[in-house]
T-cell receptor, first 110, second 115 residues
């Protein structure tokens, strides 16, 4: 079965520093990868989809099939980036269900 | 413009009680999901449904059941609540065939405490 691993439960950086949230997955086929974010007292919401190769709020993520990773990166962290981030995966055999990682709590200090 | 509504934000129930968590969406989505969210464990899928009266087990269905009598409503039932079911429960929905474009729409969650 497919699995998503986020090795860092907590990540703390200073404002203006680069940030990278790690996501590794186990699946031998071609997955769809996503990043979701939950700000304090808000709903979980979609941040990025690997298929679109977009930059949202300065964040980017590249799917590396060789390393089975989908790390989330931002060159200059802002305080408003403080939130819980979840990596998620969908595979063709599982229909529309998403498998989520354990989550990483990012804190950006002033 | 709330689109996925979970009926209760906080709920406290006693061990052994039968508990109903309700979720309603107004986006005409075919797919609906129930997850529980626990620190360090992330989101784990309990049950999901791709159509009315249809249900499928997720990764952790034990102790739960669901009901989907209408397209817009998906209910999670704890047959006999236990303390290890204390958690945040998240409902989500998606339009068939659009997951890779729009992802899920989540509700605000129900924090259930079983005492």
């Amino acid at each position: 079965a497919q699995r998503v691993t986020q090795p860092e439960k907590l990540l703390s950086v200073f404002k203006g520093a680069p940030v990278e949230l790690k996501c590794n997955y186990s699946y031998s086929g071609s997955p769809e990868l996503f990043w979701y974010v939950q700000y304090s007292r808000q709903r979980l919401q979609l941040l990025l989809r690997h298929i679109s190769r977009e930059s949202i709020k300065g964040f980017t993520a590249d799917l590396n099939k060789g390393e089975t990773s989908f790390h989330l990166k931002k060159p200059f962290a802002q305080e408003e980036d403080s939130a819980m981030y979840y990596c998620a995966l969908s595979v063709e055999t599982s229909g529309s269900r998403l498998t989520f990682g354990e989550g990483t709590q990012l804190t950006v200090n002033p | 413009d709330v689109k996925v509504t979970q009926s209760s934000r906080y709920l406290v129930k006693r061990t052994g009680e039968k508990v109903f968590l309700e979720c309603v969406q107004d986006m005409d989505h075919e797919n609906m999901f129930w997850y529980r969210q626990d620190p360090g464990l992330g989101l784990r899928l309990i049950y999901f449904s791709y159509d009315v009266k249809m249900k499928e087990k997720g990764d952790i269905p034990e102790g739960y059941s669901v009901s989907r009598e209408k397209k817009e409503r998906f209910s999670l039932i704890l047959e006999s609540a236990s303390t290890n079911q204390t958690s945040m429960y998240l409902c989500a929905s998606s339009l068939r065939g659009t997951l890779i474009y729009y992802g899920y729409t989540f509700g605000s969650g129900t924090r259930l405490t079983v005492v």
